[in-house]
């Protein structure tokens, strides 16, 4: 399994705005951004949220660039004066802020004399820096080292990913298996689910209680890049749950 280790991608998620963070807007992208990543063979390793602050912004930028084989960051990309992601993306890589002539022909096109200096702020882009495609509506987004800068709106920042997808380098997709226990709580898989775990730790495994009118268990998902090593393990834990007493402990198609 040092395989997958070596071919390991990895991605920070950066979520900008006062918004998400005083609750007034319910973040979806981080949801979306992790479910886009593991199918291009991406792992998302670490997510933050920081406000319309440049400091913070570029503090928080500059810890998960170095770390991560890529950043995406979401919002702080519109017209308002709040909005402050081009400028804090420009600062960490120590580079110019200048208007894209090709987003600027765009805007030109679509509000002619309209074009008012608040709507130029969603032209600029740092120098060295390629556009992100938006199909949705409005401007591109744009990415410069191993960043890419997206929307907030999660519509639009979903249409932008799909231009990203074609620009990771990543591994072997991430797959999954669940192994469903039906009458047996958390307490009594946790054993034999800890033991499997320390036998696999290349392989996450986490356990999803659920409760219905019907009963009650836990789905327990296997997550690797081996589809013949995770079927192999979840037969393995399915008869570690039964050596424990735990009968009803059965494969299920993953959701």
């Known amino acids: 399994m040092s395989s997958d280790r070596e071919r390991r991608v990895t991605a920070g ?6 918004e998400i ?3 007034r807007t319910q973040d979806t992208n981080l949801r979306d951004i992790a479910r886009y990543l593991g199918v291009h063979g991406v792992d998302l390793a670490e997510a933050r949220t920081v406000p319309d602050v440049l400091e913070e912004i570029v ?3 500059d810890a998960l660039r170095h ?14 004066h709040d ?3 081009a400028d804090a993306v420009a600062a960490a890589f120590g580079v110019p802020l200048v208007e894209h002539p090709e987003i600027i022909a765009m805007m030109t096109a679509r509000w002619g004399d309209e074009l008012n200096a608040a709507r130029r702020r969603m032209a600029r882009v740092p120098v060295g820096g390629a556009l992100v495609k938006n199909p949705v509506q409005g401007p591109p987004g744009f990415t410069i080292g191993n960043v890419f800068v997206l929307a907030g709106v999660p519509q639009i920042m979903r249409g932008m990913l799909e231009d990203v997808g074609p620009r ?9 298996r669940t192994v469903r226990v039906e009458g047996s709580g958390e307490g009594a898989i946790a054993a034999p689910l800890e033991a499997v775990a320390k036998a696999h730790p290349d392989l996450s495994l986490g356990s999803y209680p659920f409760f219905t009118p019907e009963g009650y268990g836990s789905n327990l998902v296997l997550r690797g890049r081996d589809p013949a090593v995770l079927e192999a393990v979840a037969g393995e834990l ?6 424990a ?5 059965f494969e299920v198609e993953a959701a």
């Open 13 to 18: 998620v950066l979520i900008i705005g006062d």
């Open 238 to 243: 399915i008869a570690a749950l039964r050596e």
């Open 21 to 23: 963070l005083s609750g």
């Open 67 to 80: 770390r991560y084989t890529y950043v995406i960051t979401t919002g702080g990309i519109g017209p308002t």
């Open 168 to 176: 990771l380098e990543g591994g072997r997709p991430t797959v999954s």
């Open 59 to 61: 503090a928080a930028l």
């Open 245 to 249: 007493g735990i009968e009803r402990a």
């Open 83 to 85: 909005d402050i992601t």
